[in-house]
């Protein structure tokens, strides 16, 4: 029987994390290695997974654990990903992006082996971006308007770098906005969507507390994210850097009013200044073609039908299921 191939993936206990290893271990049969700081809620992938507690900080446990795994494919999604807390803590941000990545690419090359490196980088890097450039593509030049986006360009240019210097095989994704069961409730869907659950479970007011309803998002369903993952990462180009979206743009209000019409109670919608950003990109409508091109047109979710389980998944846990 032919060995199975190896994927390693940081940052696994987070919300991409799961469902990569989700996918990678199931559709695709691959032997699966996750590691984060603390072991991640446990079913699903982590009852065929292994897992590692292990700071991506700390470099002599991420050689020793890249050294006795030798992976095939790297996953490198650990860092500090909200845009609004790296305003906090912005040197938090950059050290993780940097110190971390370049901890996992050393290691990676002291193997000798040629494995993959997929950098989770963002869209946040392409900035404010005019009217007429929509959609974006992967040659707009980087305007980072976050110390989060910058934390992510200096992820996107280090690993370019790896595979210019040392022939590293990395291969970077610009991802847009993804929501879907499960998500944080720091970032804007599942923020909502919990919102709603809490009211209809009588939990809270039935007001829903909003920040900027104008910016427009590009937003993609988790389950569709990660095939398109693994697809650009065992079928991209070294060195080769793509978009990872839906090419289609929402307003935030227009999300927001989906979710609300899915409700099971009258909601109100209430401005909270302090969810308003100083800083909040406009418009992020990304250019998905590269992508495509490798990853092919198959379906994928309907954003109705992603909103629809992201409450769902709320309505659940709030349950106590
Ligand atoms: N979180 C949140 N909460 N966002 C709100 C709210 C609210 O109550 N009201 C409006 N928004 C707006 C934000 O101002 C922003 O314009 C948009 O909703 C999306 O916010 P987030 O979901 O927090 O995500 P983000 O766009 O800042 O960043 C996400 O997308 C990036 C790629 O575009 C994250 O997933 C990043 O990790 C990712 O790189």
């Known amino acids: 029987m032919p060995l199975r191939k190896k994927a390693l993936?940081?940052?696994?206990?987070?919300?991409?994390?799961?469902?990569?290893?989700?996918?990678?271990?199931?559709?695709?049969?691959?032997?699966?290695l996750g590691l984060d700081l603390k072991q991640p809620r446990p079913g699903g992938p982590w009852e065929?997974?292994?897992?590692?507690?292990?700071?991506?900080?700390?470099?002599?446990?991420?050689?020793?654990?890249?050294?006795?795994f030798r992976p095939d494919y790297v996953f490198h999604l650990?860092?500090?990903?909200?845009?609004?807390?790296?305003?906090?803590?912005?040197?938090?941000?950059?050290h993780i992006a940097l110190?971390?990545?370049?901890?996992?690419?050393?290691?990676?090359?002291?193997?000798?082996?040629?494995?993959?490196?997929?950098?989770?980088?963002?869209?946040?890097?392409?900035?404010?971006?005019?009217?007429?450039?929509?959609?974006?593509?992967?040659?707009?030049?980087?305007?980072?308007?976050?110390?989060?986006?910058l934390s992510k360009v200096i992820q996107d240019y280090h690993a370019l770098f790896c595979h210019r210097a040392f022939g590293l095989r990395t291969i970077r994704t610009r991802t847009?906005?993804?929501t879907g069961p499960g998500q944080s409730p720091q970032f804007v869907v599942s923020d909502f969507a919990r919102q709603i659950a809490e009211a209809e479970a009588g939990k809270r007011e039935p007001?829903?507390?909003?920040?900027?309803?104008?910016?427009?998002?590009?937003?993609?369903?988790?389950?569709?994210?990660?095939?398109?993952?693994?697809?650009?990462a065992s079928r991209g180009e070294a060195g080769e850097v793509?978009?990872?979206?839906?090419?289609?743009?929402?307003?935030?209000?227009?999300?927001?009013?989906?979710?609300?019409?899915?409700s099971r109670v009258p909601i109100q919608v209430e401005v909270d200044p302090g969810r308003l950003r100083e800083v909040d990109i406009p418009v992020l409508k990304g250019d998905n073609g590269r992508m495509?091109?490798?990853?092919?047109?198959?379906?994928?979710?309907?954003?109705?039908?992603?909103?629809?389980?992201v409450l769902e998944w709320w309505r659940a846990e709030l349950a106590g299921a």
């Open 207 to 232: 007001v829903i507390r909003v920040g900027n309803l104008e910016a427009r998002r590009d937003f993609s369903d988790v389950r569709d994210l990660v095939r398109a993952y693994w697809v650009l």
């Open 48 to 68: 065929r997974c292994d897992f590692g507690e292990c700071d991506i900080m700390d470099r002599e446990r991420v050689f020793s654990y890249v050294e006795s």
């Open 99 to 149: 110190v971390g990545q370049c901890n996992l690419c050393d290691a990676v090359r002291a193997t000798g082996k040629e494995a993959v490196i997929h950098v989770a980088c963002s869209a946040e890097e392409y900035g404010t971006v005019r009217a007429e450039e929509l959609p974006i593509s992967e040659d707009h030049p980087l305007q980072p308007a976050s110390p989060y986006a």
């Open 242 to 262: 793509y978009n990872v979206c839906s090419g289609k743009d929402h307003s935030i209000k227009e999300i927001l009013d989906m979710l609300v019409s899915m």
């Open 176 to 178: 847009f906005n993804l």
């Open 9 to 32: 993936i940081t940052g696994a206990g987070g919300f991409v994390g799961r469902y990569l290893a989700e996918y990678l271990s199931g559709e695709e049969g691959l032997e699966v």
């Open 292 to 309: 495509l091109a490798l990853v092919g047109s198959t379906p994928i979710r309907p954003l109705e039908e992603t909103l629809a389980d």
């Open 78 to 94: 650990a860092a500090q990903s909200s845009v609004s807390r790296s305003w906090e803590d912005p040197l938090s941000t950059y």
